[in-house]
């Protein structure tokens, strides 16, 4: 066998940088020749636009308006405000980093996208690189639509509304903790993180809803509790698609060894809620939502294979392990990450609106009546009194189109073209995203009235008042078939949560007197709010909400 010459391998060298070159300028002129040809075309392009740099530059001056930790959907939107207000969408070359994306800030534009099966259901190529360290493999997020469809139609049977209810105790347990450790706060009176205690409690709820167990997360050390929060925080949004990210050997570590814990964690769980779920043979044990999906699982392996009584109780099919996995992850994080920055926002929005404050216990005192000591006990044995909430679901849903935990992306398609407000028609392919920002979507004068207030009024009027919103401008939740999952889940949990705390404690931002500890940092605000969302995983406030907390004297 011959030995490779120096001269050989300098020759592969060579050629291998000529292909990966050639990739490059291929690329390179595919998306500045894709800009050219919509700029001439008289269609929304981003201004400022390089012939080396694309819009990365101006896309960096946008950022630079922003305090330094501010949510990068914040220049997105302040580019379509600025710039594009009348078309409510735009283009903006963003390679090498991602690609060319276009932004949508109009409803009557995202609706278009949703309603095209060609769009609506493809996911950017990004999104499982994104969501790898989070998930660790292929997830119903980011999943082909062949392979998805199935997953979601198990999914929707597990997240129904009946189910949901079902899962109120557990919801109430967890929150009693959480209220025990609002009441240590109340006592020591000092400020404290109410996002960092309330993504603890709101861990122990997913934990117990989905995966039905008992993390401990608000009392101590959890393996998968803590990993994943150890996982966001390593987790930087452009790290998959920013080559130098990879060279951050550190990072990669951490996300590997987290992964590791999460699913040595998930899988001795998984194997535990097997042997229940075969041992239950009169259907008698509460069932979380792995529980359904188990279920499942072993009556379709029984059909498919009738000679087998059952399976073996401690083992799944490889595939099927990987792929729960997965989705327990994927649903660890999503369940608790964004419904924890909500319940830091509706706090932030109650408790600096006196009137808004005072209608919601008004209404919490006529549906579970006066003592809110035998709330708990009530809702345990009547969850269902939660869906007559009328004045709270519009808090909550309030407080979801001004504070929105993300944003909603789909892949630009060969035959599809998208129609500004202003009727040009815009085509999406060769765009690496289509890219749908709520946070400007939500907020957009041009489709709200009195876009900045804090009104859940607007959820209770007729169709002709002038509050009523516009059709498609509130998609927390996305809409269309890939909306999200698990969203009753989160409004039932949401609406359980004020029952318990709202009448019970007091709270006070305390961004004051956080500045003043640190005046070269302090004071920074986007639009003249505080409170500003930070990318923490999901949008998160700034600074992790500093407060202080009381229990009420009434109680």
């Known amino acids: 066998m011959e030995t490779p010459t120096t001269g050989s391998i300098s020759l592969l060298l060579i050629l291998l940088a000529a292909a990966l070159f050639s990739l490059f300028s ?28 694309g819009h990365l530059f101006f896309f960096k001056k946008a950022l630079d308006k922003l305090p330094p930790n501010a949510h990068y959907q914040n220049a997105l939107g302040d580019i379509a405000r600025e710039y594009f207000h ?23 534009v995202a609706n278009q996208i949703h309603a095209n099966p060609n769009m609506s259901m493809q996911r950017p190529p990004l999104l499982p690189r994104f969501f790898k360290p989070i998930a660790g493999g292929p997830d119903m997020f980011d999943m082909r639509e062949h392979e998805w469809r199935p997953w979601r139609a198990k999914f929707n049977k597990a997240f129904s509304a009946e189910h949901v209810l079902s899962l109120v105790p557990d919801m109430i347990d967890e929150t009693l903790v959480y209220s025990e450790t609002l009441e240590k706060h109340s006592k020591e009176g000092k400020i404290f993180y109410l996002d960092l205690t309330t993504l603890r409690f709101t861990i122990d709820v997913i934990g117990k809803t989905i995966l039905n167990a008992h993390l401990g997360a608000q009392r101590g050390y959890n393996a998968l509790a803590d990993c994943m929060l150890s996982q966001i925080r390593w987790h930087q949004a452009n790290a998959e698609t920013n080559p130098f990210e990879y060279l ?18 998930i899988d001795h769980e998984l194997s535990k809620r097997l042997s229940e779920s075969q041992a239950d043979h009169e259907g008698k044990r509460k069932k979380a939502i792995i529980d359904l999906i188990l279920q499942d699982y072993i009556a379709e392996s029984q059909t498919s294979d009738p000679k ?29 990450d964004s419904v924890s920055s909500t319940i830091c926002y509706i706090v932030h929005l109650l408790y600096t609106s006196p009137s808004a404050l005072s209608h919601i216990r008004q209404e919490h005192d006529h549906v579970f009546g006066p003592d809110p000591s035998a709330l ?6 009547k969850p269902h009194l939660v869906n007559n909430l009328a004045y709270t679901t519009a808090v909550v849903k309030e407080a979801l189109r001004l504070f929105p935990p993300g944003g909603s992306s789909r892949t630009g398609q060969p035959n599809v073209t998208l129609i500004s407000d202003s009727g040009k028609q815009c085509p999406t392919q060769n765009v690496a995203a289509v890219f749908t920002v709520h946070t400007e979507l ?44 698990a969203q009753t889940l989160a409004m039932t949990e949401l609406k359980v949560v004020l029952a318990c705390l709202v009448r ?29 969302q930070i990318e923490e995983g999901a949008a998160h406030p700034a ?8 229990v009420r004297n009434s109680v």
């Open 26 to 53: 291929r690329k390179f002129y595919i998306a500045r020749k894709s800009i050219w040809e919509k700029q001439r075309q008289g269609l929304p392009v981003a201004p400022g636009h390089s012939f080396f740099f």
């Open 86 to 108: 009348h078309e409510g969408c735009y283009y903006i070359d963003m390679w090498p980093v991602s690609g060319v994306l276009f932004v949508v800030v109009s409803p009557h």
């Open 248 to 265: 951050n050997l550190v990072r990669r570590a951490m996300h590997w060894w987290n992964g590791r814990q999460m699913d040595r964690y």
């Open 308 to 336: 087998s009584d059952s399976l073996p109780r401690d083992r799944l099919e490889p595939s099927f392990r990987a792929f729960a996995i997965s989705q327990i992850r994927l649903f660890v994080f999503a369940g608790h």
């Open 376 to 381: 708990p006990s009530l809702l345990k044995t």
């Open 442 to 485: 939500q907020r957009s004068p041009t489709y709200w009235s009195r876009p900045d207030e804090f009104l859940p009024e607007r959820w209770l009027v007729k169709p002709e008042h002038e509050l009523y919103p516009v059709k498609g401008a509130y998609r927390p939740f996305e809409i269309g078939p890939r909306n999200c999952v």
């Open 504 to 532: 019970r404690f007091d709270f006070t931002p305390a961004y004051e007197e956080f500045d003043a500890l640190d005046p070269a940092k302090g004071g920074r605000t986007y639009r003249g709010e505080r409170a500003y």
């Open 543 to 550: 600074d992790h909400y500093p407060c202080r907390v009381r």
